[in-house]
C-alpha cells in the first residue's frame, strides 16, 4: 500500500486546512486509517483514526476541531483541521493498518503497517 499525504501549509492561527492521503495498491476499505503528527524534535503523536466500519477516535487536544473522515470510492481519507494552534505545527502524518474492532489501539503507531511520506503543516502566530 502507498500512501500519498497532501494539502498542507501555511494558515494563521486559528484558521483550518484538510488534508488529503491518498491510497494506492491495496484494498483501501479493509484498512483502517490513521493521522499522526511530528513535530521538530518532539515524539510523533497520534491526532485521530477511522476504522473500515466509520469508527473514530481522536486525540483529547483535537476533539471537537479536527474531523477524520474517508472516502472508500475515492481511496482517500481526509482529515478537516478547524481551529489550528500554532504548538500543532508539525509533519503530518497518514497511516494505515488492518482494520479491528477494538479502536483503542488505534492510537499506537506502532499498530501500523503503512505510512505516507508527511505532509507539512505550519501555524503562524
Known amino acids: 500500500v502507498q500512501l500519498q499525504a497532501s494539502g498542507g501549509g501555511l494558515v494563521q492561527a486559528g484558521g483550518s486546512l484538510r488534508l488529503s492521503c491518498a491510497a494506492s495498491?491495496?484494498?483501501?476499505?479493509?484498512?483502517?486509517m490513521g493521522w499522526f503528527r511530528q513535530s521538530t524534535g518532539k515524539e510523533r503523536q497520534f491526532v485521530a483514526a477511522i476504522s473500515r466500519n466509520g469508527d473514530l477516535k481522536y486525540a483529547d487536544s483535537v476533539k471537537g476541531r479536527f474531523t477524520i473522515s474517508r472516502d472508500n470510492a475515492k481511496s482517500t481519507v481526509y482529515l478537516q483541521m478547524n481551529s489550528l494552534k500554532p504548538e500543532e505545527m508539525a509533519v503530518y502524518y497518514c497511516?494505515?493498518?488492518?482494520?479491528?474492532?477494538?479502536?483503542?489501539?488505534?492510537?499506537?503507531?506502532?499498530?501500523?503497517?503503512?505510512w505516507g511520506q508527511g505532509t507539512q503543516v505550519t501555524v503562524s502566530s
Open positions: 497511516a494505515a493498518r488492518i482494520s479491528s474492532p477494538y479502536t483503542n489501539t488505534y492510537s499506537v503507531g506502532a499498530r501500523y503497517s503503512y
Open positions: 495498491g491495496g484494498t483501501f476499505s479493509t484498512y483502517a
